[in-house]
């Protein structure tokens, strides 16, 4: 390779079963499956990934240009996440308008929330409670965790940087990290009141929440993509050890999904920083091309769903509540189905003709050729 190229991000099938794992799980929960009564888990398994996968795109920078060009980083984010969420508000927004006027004032305070991305401190201040919902949930009740990334995408970045000019001993700096992570864990630890139904300033919090994309952060650090290439990804002890480890922290996650539920103080006081760890060992052993976890999660099938899992989460809530909400009684078979299907259907033209063209900058380039053709036709009119 010439010296002069810059090495880019490798494509990871495996992130993107980890990806759809997580809302599929998210998506159980909340269509009230008894075998996922910790199916909220899967959003601090997003937060891990998206703890990683920025800091790694950040550290890959840094290596080829030494330096970090957070405005181009915050452009970049904000054409991946802003387009599908404003789709999302404006057809809430619209759907509220014409069939239950009544709530739309209610929800105005949830929209403009979900705007700025602080969706998470407005439900702490108004007390909404995430497991303790009397009534219609709101419809962006979900948009919380987004907030908190969003906010992470703001922040993180330019803390990132300074460490890596200023601090210029590795472990030295994941150990600055391995520090905050320990603060938010013991915040969360120490915030939390055993048998109280609201636990919202614990859950939406994003100081309580900051490990887990603190610990994918970390991750990053000690084992960037670019670490599994050439002769580091051909060891075959360091892929049987991936496998192993992999499998035993998926075995337990999978076990925290189905046996614990919102209620359980462990979860409060060590359980998420466990899951988030776990999440992690999942994340490293994916992120090696030929371990049988990449080979498992990296199916077509996962992919697929993977790569709109982002539209997949964004709409389901929706979905479920508002546009196709259940009239009475437990959820049927068929109703379940409609609702999935419905969720993917959108996603997937929400991701194929809104999200996608935005983040490619396709959509200028079809503006520009209407325009060139509509500039041939007037020519040719004209002759």
Not at 126 to 154: C, K, M, R, T
Not at 170 to 175: A, E, P, V
Not at 295 to 322: A, D, K, N
Request: glycine fraction near 10%; proline fraction near 3%.
């Amino acid at each position: 390779m010439d010296g002069n190229e810059i090495k880019k991000n490798r494509y990871m099938p495996g992130l993107d079963g980890i990806r759809a794992l997580a809302v599929f799980v998210v998506i159980a929960y909340h269509l009230d499956f008894e075998w996922v009564s910790g199916g909220f888990l899967g959003v601090g398994v997003f937060f891990v990934l998206s703890g990683y996968l920025i800091t790694d795109l950040l550290i890959l920078e840094w290596a080829n240009t030494g330096q970090i060009n957070l405005r181009h980083f915050w452009i970049k984010r904000a054409k991946r996440l802003l387009p599908g969420q404003i789709l999302v508000l404006i057809v809430v927004a619209l759907w509220l308008l014409l069939f239950n006027f009544s709530r739309l004032d209610i929800l105005w305070g949830d929209l403009l929330a979900s705007i700025f991305y602080v969706t998470n401190w407005w439900f702490i201040f108004n007390d909404v409670g995430y497991f303790s919902n009397f009534g219609e949930p709101s419809p962006l009740l979900h948009f919380w965790s987004l907030a908190i990334e969003e906010q992470f995408y703001l922040f993180w970045p330019f803390l990132l940087l300074l460490g890596l000019r200023f601090v210029h001993n590795r472990k030295l700096f994941i150990g600055f990290i391995l520090v905050g992570t320990l603060a938010s864990a013991l915040g969360m630890a120490y915030l939390y009141q055993p048998g109280l139904m609201d636990t919202s300033r614990v859950y939406f919090g994003t100081d309580t929440r900051a490990f887990a994309l603190l610990i994918g952060a970390a991750l990053a650090l000690c084992f960037p993509s670019k670490m599994f290439e050439g002769n580091v990804a051909n060891n075959k002890y360091l892929r049987i050890s991936l496998d192993i480890v992999g499998g035993i922290s998926c075995a337990i996650l999978f076990w925290m999904i189905w046996q614990t539920n919102q209620y359980e103080a462990f979860l409060y006081r060590g359980g998420m920083v466990l899951q988030c760890i776990t999440s992690a060992v999942v994340v490293a052993a994916a992120v090696h091309p030929s371990t049988w976890i990449t080979r498992i999660l990296g199916c077509r099938l996962l992919q697929w769903l993977g790569v709109r899992s982002y539209g997949i989460y964004i709409w389901h809530y929706p979905v479920l509540v508002l546009f196709f909400p259940l009239s009475g009684g437990e959820n049927s078979i068929p109703h379940i189905l409609i609702q999935i299907g419905i969720t993917l259907l959108v996603a997937s033209i929400s991701w194929r003709f809104i999200e996608q063209p935005i983040r490619y900058g396709e959509v200028g380039s079809m503006f520009r050729g209407i325009w060139r053709f509509g500039s041939k036709e007037c020519s040719t009119t004209k002759k």
